[in-house]
């Protein structure tokens, strides 16, 4: 399958998994979604944007395993930390309860987020796995730089 097809797939399937929450209406939350995919995350008024316990805390958890994880050393490796960083993700997106607008931009940064990590499933190379890892960070320096931690 051609890499774009399962980076559209991953995108599709993060807007679908991010539309699962269960105390948004579903049809709202979609449409965020799959609008997130085209837009640029932005300040609350020059402010942080707010999250709730869940989210700051599943958002430390993907910090730490990104930050433990420097320097990949294997595909395998890389693996590993994309198996981890997708658990969190998961758990994240479940026990979602943030709404409007901050919940939006999350939206955004999710739908940056979701396939890098993929990526970090389909390399081959360490320097790619790497360089990918290394977006990984920049994607959670813009989460730090956009929501309260």
Not at 102 to 110: E, F, G, N, P, S
């Amino acid at each position: 399958m051609p890499k774009h097809a399962c980076y559209l797939m991953v995108v599709l399937g993060a807007v679908v998994g991010l539309a699962a929450c269960d105390h948004h209406d579903s049809d709202e939350h979609a449409q965020h979604a799959e609008h997130a995919s085209s837009m640029a995350l932005e300040l609350n008024d020059g402010e942080k944007w707010p999250v709730d316990e869940h989210t700051r805390r599943s958002a430390a958890k993907i910090t730490d395993l990104v930050t433990a994880s420097d320097h990949l050393q294997s595909v395998d490796e890389a693996r590993l930390l994309a198996g981890d960083i997708d658990k969190e993700l998961g758990q994240l997106v479940q026990g979602c309860t943030m709404t409007g607008p901050a919940h939006d931009q999350l939206h955004i940064w999710l739908v940056a987020l979701f396939p890098k990590v993929a990526e970090l499933k389909e390399h081959d190379h360490v320097a790619d796995l790497q360089k990918t890892r290394d977006d990984i960070s920049d994607l959670l320096q813009d989460y730090s730089a956009h929501f309260e931690m």
